[in-house]
């Protein structure tokens, strides 16, 4: 029989809140095929920065700006595709 401490499941909460803040952009990048590290690489800043960043919620002049990245870099994949 396996017990749990109030400590690992408290933790557990806490990371799954941590999950859910930027959601949108996650979402909107996600649809668009577009990867982290790549919307990272747009702002100048390595993915690991890029990635605790996002642990926090955005202002909303952020997540615009992270947002037309992710159209920027969604438009640039489409027309690769369609000259290959």
Do not use: H, P
Not at 43 to 61: P, T
Not at 66 to 77: M, P, T
Request: glycine share 2%; aromatic share 6%; with cysteine.
């Amino acid at each position: 029989m396996i017990t749990l401490t109030c400590d690992f499941v408290n933790n557990n909460f806490e990371r799954a809140d941590i999950i859910l803040k930027n959601q949108e952009i996650r979402e909107a990048a996600k649809a668009k095929n577009i990867y982290l590290w790549q919307i990272a690489e747009k702002l100048g800043m390595q993915d690991s920065a890029f990635s605790r960043k996002l642990r926090r919620e955005l202002s909303a002049a952020e997540k615009a700006k992270i947002l037309a990245i992710i159209d920027e870099l969604s438009a640039e994949k489409q027309e690769n595709e369609v000259t290959v």
